[in-house]
Nanobody
Framework: VQLQACGGGLVQAGGSLRLSCATS????????MGWFRQAPGNEREGVSC????????YYADSVKGRFTISRDSARNTVYLQMNNLKPEDTAVYYC????????????????????WGQGTQVTVSS
């Protein structure tokens, strides 16, 4: 199983980026997918997730209304569209996959999540 995240970069505040997470070795129809991020000196935190059917998504309050998660099962890829980026969005972003939901009243402990991508750096300048 491989999760390959890409799409990060340097952008000015107010700009947009779209992250992609290409997967292999799993069938997205049976996996919940999510995006997490870790800023320097901080713990990794959940950003957004989407269930296996793609019908239910969840967003952290800090990104609600600005980020959109989506999935393309035909391409085995999950996306995170990030608009109106803020300097506080600066972090390494990781995609993750698990056969169980990633958010059920709280984020799943990251040690219990089956698969992780390698991370892509997002830097937002003010």
């Amino acid at each position: 199983v491989q999760l390959q995240a890409c799409g990060g970069g340097l952008v000015q505040a107010g700009g947009s980026l779209r992250l992609s997470c290409a997967t292999s070795g799993i069938n997205l129809d049976y996996y919940a997918m999510g995006w997490f991020r870790q800023a320097p000196g901080n713990e990794r935190e959940g950003v957004s997730c989407i269930n296996s059917s793609g019908g239910i998504s969840y967003y952290a309050d800090s990104v609600k209304g600005r980020f959109t998660i989506s999935r393309d099962s035909a391409r085995n890829t999950v996306y995170l569209q990030m608009n109106n980026l803020k300097p506080e969005d600066t972090a390494v972003y990781y995609c993750a996959a698990d056969s169980e939901p990633l958010y059920t009243g709280g984020w799943t402990n990251e040690r219990q999540i089956s698969y992780w991508g390698q991370g892509t750096q997002v830097t937002v300048s003010s």
